[in-house]
Structure formats: structure tokens, C-alpha cells
């Protein structure tokens, strides 16, 4: 391996780690679930992203073997982390969950009530 | 070269995890349980990535897709038990 990939491999790997690292302590430090929910699933994708892609160019550089799995691994991630996400604050909201209680802003409530005015 | 800092990235995914853990257990609500799984099934696919690194062997590359799935696939059926109180529907009770 030459010194030029091992420097892009370390700085992705590293960037990977501190970004799981974010999200681990948003995970502990933030008020409620929704707050909590966008912390993890950004910078937890993010992260890992970054690490499966470092470890796909290590093994490019090291045996000059593509791994086809990697980058599939990858553009899975990128779909579905989000996603997952969305569906389980989602379910938090469904099932009655609590905002912090500092927070001002509420648009989903309204659109409930107004739609369960229209069924009657 | 690269050896101490596959080493340093292991430590602190694993520091990360301990984080999730303490989610985990004290979460207040249930939702709180599933996003801290979530990250942790994200967490350890990276953990499999350097690990992989560190033995210097491409056998384990089919494992991280697996537990992405199987992470992917546990969260959704969680999501709709929440919120539905059934994971599979069954629609044509009359």
C-alpha cells in the first residue's frame, strides 16, 4: 500500500469513528425521543458509511480486490437508515409520545385533529 | 502503518456502544429502546468492517450486509407493533 491511500483510509476511518461517537452521545445527551431519533440516524449513517468505505478501499489498495458487496452495503445503508428512522418516530407520534416540553412548534397535531374532523 | 489506527477506531466504536447501552437500559419509552438498538446494530456492522481490517480477510464482507438487513428488517416490525399493535395484518376477518 502506498503511503498516499493509507493517509485516505486513516482519515476516513477516523472521520467514521467520531461520527458514531456524535451520535452515541446525542443518543445520551438530548431531551426526547424525536431529538434523539434525528441524531442517530443521520450521524450513525453517516459513519458507517464512511467506515465501509475506507475498509473497501483497504482492500482495493492491499489485494486489489473490489468488493462489490461493500459498495452494495453502502447504497443499502443510504436507502434504508433513513427510512427505519422515519417509520420509528413515526410510531413514537402514533402511540403518543411527548415533545420536550420546550419545544414550540407542533404542525402535526392540527393536521390529526382536522383529519379526524373530516371522517365524522 | 495503518495497524494503531485500526486499533484507536475500534476503541472508540466500542466506547459508542457503551453510550447506546446506557440508552438502552435507562430509555424512558419504548421507541427510545428500538433507536438505540437501531444505532446499535449500525454500530456493530462498522465493528465488522475493522475487524475485518485488522485479520486482513475479505470472509466476513458477506456479514455486514446480513446484520444491515437483519437490522433494517427487526426496526420495521417494530415500528408497525407500535403503531398498529400487530406486526402481520390480517384483513379479511368478516
Known sequence: ?120 | MIEPILHVTLAVLAIAMIGLIYRLVKGPTVPDRVIALDAMGINLVSITAVLSMILDTSNYLDVILLIGILAFIGTVAFAKFLEKGEVIEYDRDQ
Open chain 1, 1 to 120: 500500500m502506498t503511503v498516499t491511500s493509507e493517509v485516505f483510509i486513516a482519515v476516513l476511518l477516523l472521520i467514521g469513528a467520531f461520527l458514531s461517537l456524535v451520535a452515541a452521545f446525542g443518543l445520551i445527551r438530548l431531551p426526547d425521543v424525536y431529538t434523539r431519533n434525528h441524531a442517530a440516524s443521520k450521524s450513525a449513517t453517516l459513519g458507517v458509511m464512511c467506515i465501509l468505505l475506507a475498509t473497501f478501499f483497504y482492500f482495493l489498495a492491499a489485494d486489489g480486490f473490489f468488493s462489490s458487496r461493500l459498495l452494495l452495503g453502502i447504497a443499502f445503508f443510504f436507502i434504508t437508515a433513513p427510512v427505519a428512522g422515519h417509520l420509528i418516530s413515526r410510531a413514537a407520534y402514533n402511540s403518543g409520545v411527548k415533545m420536550w416540553d420546550q419545544s414550540v412548534r407542533d404542525d402535526l397535531k392540527d393536521k390529526a385533529k382536522k383529519e379526524a374532523a373530516s371522517k365524522r
